[in-house]
């Protein structure tokens, strides 16, 4: 068979139809089968995208919902988390067949693979673009040294801060072997240490009454009126769409959970390599394509035991850490700040460190300004990260040339994109306060996982095996998904106009 031949039988399998290389047939490598403090290795990518959850929906986003209209909007973030729960596991299925990112599944669908490449990186810019969590971790950083919030006269001092918090950000992606394990120790470090932290103070602090109706919450029940209220009077849709999209990940976290379950070596992913990091780091040979596997009796073992890990990273892991992450801030926002008030200033962040410190001690209002300077700091970092490493694999599946550059070293390029990331938000910084810019990159958040969540249904339906697609009740929930996130986008347009 002549070379020609070869490439129009290529050209005809569903996955490379829109000019990508074709998937290679490899075997499905056995998964790990971790017992007890063994499954702390094994999880990872669920951890790295808690710990964005709750650096923006659950510890500024809710809040400041929570305070101004009450905790019955509680039931928005327990729908949404269920729905990007299923979504980021119907993700990973892609992953762990293919050994590709998701992105790289969407581009190998109509019309072409360059036209979903530039709306892809236009989605991952409009919503990660903003660098909300740099200037909100700014203020936090401004009040632990200030002592007080910061107010209009310290935007100057504030957006310094925040280019310094950027150039952190870049200095701890240089170091470690690979960037994704680097992330996935620090979120560990964050989410015990705040989780841990909220949850002790809030035991100590907050009455049962309002234990009860952050439960109740959960179910849209209002306790003080005694009945149902699923949207309060007045309620801002604006700020009730950002709410939607970040309670959980929202929008390119989850999209980037398939690029860091790739680089932990889920599945597939073992064939495939990973974006190491510059220090420390040795050049390794990343693919610009996926595998696929024959479906025998052995594999679907392995394929099962790959699965049973993917259910503990993300209903064990960030399921449950998202609701705890929502529902522990809410509870001392509302204890601590009147109900009404208007934490949506230069100073949100220290908002609830004042707050407890002028209740409480000053001491224990530091050391909330601590945790929130740290846990927004990380956010930031990890979402640096994830618009850099998202672009990056879609110009390496997209670009030969790029794939050829610099001894195909695939660090020359992530390097690159960060530089351009970095250069962008230090502008973006002076462009609006830390709220407005995180509004805008939620509301964007929405917008993608309206559209994602069919093209996750389209892809799983249509490239996979038919034994390794998802049962129909996925497929409900996905279409379900893009119809809450789509009215919710529609509300916060027409909130706006």
């Not at 601590?336 to 410190?357: C, D, K």
Request: proline share 5%.
């Amino acid at each position: 068979m002549d070379s020609t031949t070869k490439n129009e039988q290529a050209s005809d399998t569903a996955e490379a139809r829109t000019g990508l290389d074709p998937w290679k047939t490899a075997q499905l490598p056995a998964p790990p089968r971790p017992q007890g403090l063994g499954w702390l290795s094994v999880v990872g990518p669920g951890v790295i995208v808690l710990g964005i959850a709750i650096g923006s929906g659950e510890f500024l986003l809710g809040p400041a919902v929570f305070v101004k209209h009450g905790l019955t909007l509680l039931w928005i973030t327990a729908v949404a988390i269920f729905f990007q729960t299923v979504f980021n596991t119907e993700v990973m299925r892609y992953v762990v067949a293919t050994g590709e990112p998701v992105v790289t599944g969407f581009m190998r669908t109509p019309p072409s693979s360059t036209m979903w490449a530039w709306v892809y990186a236009a989605f991952y810019f409009l919503q990660a673009g903003w660098p909300a969590w740099a200037a909100t971790a700014a203020s936090a950083v401004f009040f632990l040294f200030a002592g007080r919030l910061a107010g209009p006269g310290d935007v100057e001092t504030v957006y310094f801060i925040g280019i310094g918090t950027f150039l952190v950000c870049v200095a701890l992606l240089l170091v470690g072997r690979r960037i994704e394990r680097t992330l996935e120790i620090l979120n560990w470090i964050l989410v015990s240490g705040v989780l841990g932290s909220f949850l002790v103070l809030a035991a100590l602090v907050v009455p049962g009454r309002t234990w009860g109706a952050t439960a109740l919450g959960f179910f849209g029940f209002d306790t003080t009126v005694q009945r149902f209220v699923l949207l309060p009077e007045g309620v801002d849709f604006f700020l009730l769409g950002a709410l939607a999209a970040f309670a959980g990940a929202g929008g390119i976290a989850n999209l980037t959970l398939a690029n860091w379950a790739r680089d932990k070596g889920y599945g597939m992913s073992k064939h495939a390599g990973y974006i190491p990091a510059a220090v420390a780091g040795k050049r390794v040979n990343l693919t610009h394509h996926g595998f696929v596997f024959a479906p025998n009796a052995e594999s679907m073992r392995h394929w099962h035991g790959w699965w049973r890990i993917v259910r503990a990273d993300q209903w064990g892991v960030f399921f449950v850490g998202s609701l705890l992450g929502m529902a522990l801030p809410a509870l001392l926002y509302v204890t601590f700040l009147p109900h009404g008030t208007e934490i949506r200033g230069l100073g949100i962040s220290a908002a609830l460190a004042q707050g407890v410190g002028a209740q409480l001690t000053p001491f224990i209002g530091m050391l909330i300004g601590i945790l929130g300077a740290w846990l927004l700091f990380k956010t930031q970092l990890d979402t640096v990260d994830a618009i850099t490493r998202s672009v990056t694999d879609i110009l390496w599946t997209g670009s030969r040339r790029l794939r050829s550059w610099r001894g195909g070293d695939v660090r020359a390029v992530y390097y690159s994109v960060l530089a351009l990331v970095v250069l962008w938000g230090v502008i973006a910084l002076r462009l609006a306060q830390p709220i407005v810019l995180l509004q805008i990159g939620a509301n964007v958040a929405g917008v993608v996982l309206t559209v994602a969540s069919i093209h996750l249904l389209y892809i799983n339906c249509r490239l996979l095996a038919p034994v390794l697609r998802p049962p129909m009740w996925r497929r409900v929930v996905l279409v379900c998904m893009s119809i809450f996130y789509g009215c919710f986008a529609g509300l916060s347009l027409w909130s706006l106009l």
